[in-house]
């Protein structure tokens, strides 16, 4: 019949064992930032848990006169497993504080202590002078049990005074997850020295770890979304000066041509001459207002731009461009110089002065994706194989709407002749 102390004893330890091998499965899935840390968390746990398994065994043997030597065994394993945690949390302080190991005097008195643990605990195997197993196999501590303790009791205090020595190197998650490990077991250790908490110090240790390993995870998480955060930001960048070069790469030709275009309508349309500078003010305004570095214009804004572009276009090559627009769908916002450059480069490529006029169909429209524009025009067919001019210009526009938007752009030869341009943008 087993006894409610043992009893209890083998709940706790089955617990404790769960518990343990749940923070060893935790360090070998859980990604962390570098393989250093994942392979100290892996030992760490791999410790704990061989250290609970002795307990374990302990506990089974307890009691038992004819298991004495085994008992004795598990007994020193316990105690020899248990104290090589405490150089740990000073190797991880350590290294979190990016000093090298072989340099730290803390270390090196820490490893001392330790040393002079493990030969007092030599010494107690054959001596009893700390405590001893009597021929029932039960457990008893001397009154100089306290003193093969102390060394560690050191340690953990030397660790506290090291983390608070160094806390401005760590980040306010670290220094919180070392106190929560390191206060809760000094103090554990401390008491064990005078009175017999053993399970309870396993359990306690346990927990500590895990929530030491869980706020430490976490803060790589936080740095995680911190770099990729600049990043984004950093492509932004990036799109918002690809705008800028975008804008300062207008068509010397184009402004020349509407100028000339604008001093020949002041003589004979002057009406027409005032609308086509307002066209082309309209026009540079919205030019040099992508430089302003929004994210998103309204699809309103943008669309206004166009539409200026085009009529400037228009008013230089009469009856050879003509322009349908069919945008009943324009609330929703987009990348600036989206939308314009798409029509300029269909006017640059596709328009032939000696051919066929060229016609060019501006859509929106609400799809299940998002909010769609399409430019259409029966021009040239677009060669996405070819390295040139239109297909870098496009390319571009879609990698600013990726970088920005996570918009997509696709482009289809039409069926005649032409080219489709699809542009989606997703909804925010």
Known sequence: MIGTTALIGYCAASAMLVLMLMGLAYAIVMPTPDRWSKNYFIIFFSLLTACVSATFISAILYGKPDAVDAERISCYIEALLLSSLMPMPTILLLHSCKEKLTNSVLLRVVLILWIIYFLSLE????TGIFYFITDENIFFRTQWFPMLIIPLAIIMLLNIAGLIR?????????FIAFLIYLLPMAAFIIVHAFIDIELTL????????????????SDHIVQNFRQQREIAEKEREIAHRRAEVMVLQMRPHFIYNTMMSIYYLCKQDADKAQQVTLDFTTYLRKNFTAIAGEDLVPFKDELEHTRAYLAVEQAQHEDMLYVEYDTPHTDFSVPPLTLQPLVENAVKHSLDPNGDPLRIYVKTQLADKGNEIIVENDGLDYQPSDDNEPHIAL??????????????MT????????????????RT
């Open 123 to 126: 010494i107690g195997q054959f």
């Open 166 to 174: 160094r806390r401005k190197k760590l980040s306010m998650r670290y």
């Open 202 to 217: 396993f359990l306690g240790v346990g927990i500590c770890a895990l929530s030491m390993y869980s706020l430490i995870i």
């Open 395 to 408: 390319s571009n526009i879609k990698q600013r709407l990726e970088m920005i938007c996570k918009g997509e």
């Open 411 to 426: 482009i289809i030869p039409r069926e005649g002749g032409g080219t489709i341009v699809t542009v989606m943008i997703p």
